[in-house]
C-alpha cells in the first residue's frame, strides 16, 4: 500500500503547483458523481475481470464529469465519430497538468527499452491512442471506442502480469445532440491483482490528492486540445 501512495503523491506534485485558491476556480466546472461498481461497464468488463483474476474489490473508486456546450468545442473535432474522444486524451497527456509526472518518469525511465514509448509533447498531442500505446512507462491503452479510451496504470506496462498496484483509468467523450452538450468523463478504479486483498482501501488524504489531481487533467486536458 506505501508503495501505490507514494505514487498518487508523485502525481499530485501538479497539482501543488497551482494556487489552491486559482485551482479551485479553475476546475470549479468538474465535478465528482456517485456510480454503483455492481452495474458499471467497465467493472463488469471481460477487461477488468481478465486483469482481476482473484476478484478483489478497488482501494477506490471515482468519477469525474465536466459538461461542455457544443459551441465551445472545436467544430472539427465533431464532425468525425472518434475524434472527440481521442482529442481529449491527448489533451490530457500532452497538457500542463500531466508536465511534472511525465517529467519525473522520463528521468527515471526513459531509455533505450522505453524509446518506442510516447514521452514527447509533440507525440503525445499528435497520436490517435490506438490499442497498445505505452505512455511514459507508466500507462498502456487497452481499450478504444468511438467514445472512450481505457488505460491500465499502476506500474510499468513492461509488466503485464498481477500487479500489487494496478488499475483502469478511463476517458470519454459523449455527444449529447438533444442538449447541445458534450459529456466528459475520467473514471478511475485501482485495485490489486496480485494476491487477495479485499479490506485495503486507499487513505483518505491521498485519495484527496488524487481527486485535486484528476480534476486538474479534466481542465488542462479540455482547455489544451478541445475548446476553442
Known amino acids: 500500500m506505501l ?72 467544430p472539427e473535432l465533431l464532425k468525425e465519430e472518434g475524434k472527440l474522444a481521442e482529442a481529449f486524451c491527448a489533451g490530457i497527456w500532452s497538457g500542463i497538468g500531466y508536465d511534472v509526472q511525465r517529467k519525473i518518469l522520463e528521468k527515471k525511465h526513459r531509455g533505450p527499452e522505453t524509446a518506442h514509448q510516447l514521452w514527447d509533447r509533440p507525440e503525445l498531442a499528435a497520436s490517435t491512442y490506438p490499442v497498445g500505446t505505452e505512455i511514459t512507462d507508466h500507462f498502456e491503452v487497452v481499450s478504444h471506442t468511438s467514445t472512450s479510451i481505457v488505460l491500465r496504470a499502476g506500474d510499468c506496462p513492461r509488466n503485464s502480469g498481477p500487479r500489487d498496484a494496478d488499475g483502469l483509468f478511463e476517458m470519454s467523450a459523449v455527444v449529447d445532440e438533444s442538449k447541445q452538450v458534450a459529456e466528459f468523463a475520467l473514471k478511475c478504479i485501482f485495485f490489486h491483482s496480485e494476491g487477495t486483498n479485499n479490506s485495503e482501501r486507499m487513505p483518505e488524504p491521498v485519495a484527496f490528492l488524487h481527486r485535486l489531481y484528476t480534476k486538474l487533467w479534466m481542465e488542462t486536458g479540455l482547455k489544451n486540445q478541445v475548446l476553442k
Open 3 to 74: 508503495r501505490l501512495a507514494r505514487n498518487f503523491l508523485t502525481y499530485t506534485t501538479g497539482a501543488g503547483a497551482v494556487g489552491f485558491g486559482g485551482f479551485l476556480l479553475f476546475t470549479r466546472k468538474s465535478h465528482f458523481v456517485p456510480f454503483n461498481l455492481d452495474n458499471d461497464p467497465l467493472y463488469n468488463s471481460t477487461l477488468f475481470q481478465r486483469l482481476n483474476p482473484n476478484e478483489n474489490r478497488p482501494i477506490l473508486h471515482d468519477l469525474c464529469v465536466r459538461r461542455v456546450p457544443l459551441t465551445q468545442i472545436r
